[in-house]
């Protein structure tokens, strides 16, 4: 069973910086791809960034991209969304999870590609 511990949200002003971890344990943890989603009250989970594990490949939502960069420590199991320029808009639970190996191509910005989810961290950006 794989576990998934994000941290590092918070409080900000618009226009302010946050970086988020999350921490991934389990017995052998070694996922297709990482991604972060969010999901601000009232709306759907909405994609944010994806990265995969063992390739430098990332994804991005558009409306982050530019703003926000996901990268990942192996050593550490952890994969980081460095946030910055934050908007009100950006304000939402953060959630980050872990894909399995797709059957064809890797949907990064999809919910069914992900089979571990963490708790989530809430950001808030205030005006």
């Known amino acids: 069973q794989v576990q998934l511990v994000e941290s590092g949200g918070g409080l900000v002003q618009a226009g302010g910086s946050l970086r988020l971890s999350c921490a991934a344990s389990?017995?052998?943890?070694?996922?297709?791809?990482m991604g972060w989603f969010r999901q601000a009250p009232g709306k759907e989970r909405e994609f944010v960034a994806a990265i995969r594990w063992s390739v430098n490949s990332t994804y991005y939502a558009d409306s982050v991209k530019g703003r926000f960069t996901i990268s990942r420590d192996n050593a550490k199991n952890t994969v980081y969304l460095q946030m910055t320029s934050l908007k009100p808009e950006d304000t939402a639970v953060y959630y980050c999870?872990?894909?399995?190996?797709?059957?064809?191509?890797?949907?990064?910005?999809?919910?069914?590609?992900?089979?571990?989810w963490g708790q989530g961290t809430q950001v808030t950006v205030s005006s």
């Open positions: 389990g017995r052998t943890f070694s996922p297709y791809g």
């Open positions: 999870a872990a894909a399995a190996p797709p059957g064809l191509y890797f949907l990064a910005h999809t919910r069914g590609a992900y089979k571990y």
